[in-house]
């Protein structure tokens, strides 16, 4: 498996990617957008042996508008090719894209995503530092990790993601 920064010769390969995990266009034209409107953003992939782009995963900037000085960042989405999935994939792009954002002076990460599956990175439930979403979701699904120790002590609110999200 080899993970790597996404380049343009990518876009294509992960844009079907999306479209077969999700079993349709709304991730693709999400992942499209980001790329055009969103700064900074990280966005990886995933390659099988045979060099096969397999995986991508992207993170982008959210806010709490109250809070203008924290530099956080949204993980979604992640996907992987159907026939590929429960090889480890995810779980790669997740742990080094974690450590991208780190390495960029993210301070916190934050994922509306499974309750079972997104503590095993590290995240809590954001309720736990009194952070919310702005969208409709159990609180156990909307989650947050902080990068720097103590990162977000103080900040309280509600996240807003990036315009392009309010379109899926």
């Known amino acids: 498996m080899k993970l790597r920064m996404e380049i343009e010769t990518d876009f294509n390969l992960v844009g079907n990617i999306h479209e077969l995990a999700f079993n349709g266009p709304g991730e693709a034209k999400l992942v499209d957008e980001l790329r055009n409107s969103a700064s900074p953003i990280i966005s990886m992939v995933a390659e099988n042996e045979k060099g096969e782009v397999v995986g991508h995963i992207m993170f982008s900037p959210v806010t709490i508008p109250s809070q203008q000085g924290a ?3 949204g993980l979604a989405p992640v996907a992987i090719t159907p026939n590929e999935q429960d090889k480890g994939y995810g779980s790669a792009l997740i742990r080094r894209g974690l450590e991208e954002c780190g390495k960029q002076g ?4 934050v994922v509306l995503g499974h309750a079972g599956y997104y503590p095993r990175f590290g995240f809590s439930k954001s309720t736990d530092f009194n952070i919310t979403c702005e969208y409709d ?11 720097k120790e103590n990162a977000l002590r103080g900040i309280t ?12």
Do not use: D
């Open 71 to 73: 530099m956080l960042m």
């Open 106 to 109: 993210i301070s916190a990460v």
């Open 137 to 147: 979701a159990p609180a156990e699904n909307f989650m947050v990790l902080e990068l």
């Open 157 to 168: 609110g509600q996240v807003k993601y990036h315009s392009a999200f309010g379109e899926l």
